[in-house]
């Protein structure tokens, strides 16, 4: 998967076929919107983002000879929303951006919610470059959950890209980038039966997230950034969230408003593909 290329002409004739519109800026206009409910307007779990038994490949082409991995993960639980239509309405900037100043880009975008409460907590589209990425946004299920236990499952997006994508990437001794957006502290775990449930694979116990992030990282360089908006759960969980991501990640924490989230993105790409140039984010191939 992931052919073609990012055309603003695609993106606004796709946004007017939606029944939006593209300010001269680039962003949808959400003057109208009463919020994301009104871009998310999935109302379950699409078949063609179902985990189940599926493997994502990124692979080489003649259009993009160096593929480079980003998957996109984010927080679809209700407090969400504010972040949620920001990257949909900043999408074209997002990805005008990216993709015209870093060559061979393929996106994937995920929906994670929480294990332990919600109807569809994993939901993951293909790789693609072109206007596919808006489209798997748009079937996205803006479920509304969560929990009461203080976090999400946000390392489902580390569990699904390490055992669940294919990246021609990783055969040149590449990392692939995997960002997740949240406002709640970092999950000590994936409950392991319900992974099996959702995902095919047969586990015998919870996934512990300090040993999952020591194997995902040999693969990927794994980001977060943490929404601060009025709106969502940051203020309540600031330290905690500090604390939990900030032991694991380091630096690869991120803070930003929804006004900085676009180059909070860019930020993360581009300090991927630094690592990855200078041999940082570099792997040995095994057999």
Known sequence: MGGGYWRRKDFEDYSAHMGRTVRADGNVDTSRMRGAQDMYRARGLDPALN????????RDSEEHQMTRPVILALDVTGSMGGALLKTASALNVIMTDVLGSMKDVEFMVMGIGDLDYDVAPIQISQFESDIRVAEHLDRIYFERGGGGNAFESYTAAWYMGLFHTDLDCWKRGRKGVIITLGDEPLNPYLPGERLSDLTGDALQGNVDTNRLYEKACEKFNIYHIAID????????????????????????LKTATLNQLPARIRECLEDGEKKNLFGQGAFEQTA
Do not use: T
């Not at 985990?51 to 990124?58: A, G, L």
């Open 51 to 58: 985990p189940y038994n599926v493997v994502r490949e990124c």
């Open 229 to 252: 908006d009025p709106g969502d759960c940051y203020r309540i969980y600031k330290d905690r969230i500090r604390d939990s991501f900030g032991n694991v990640l380091g630096r690869n």
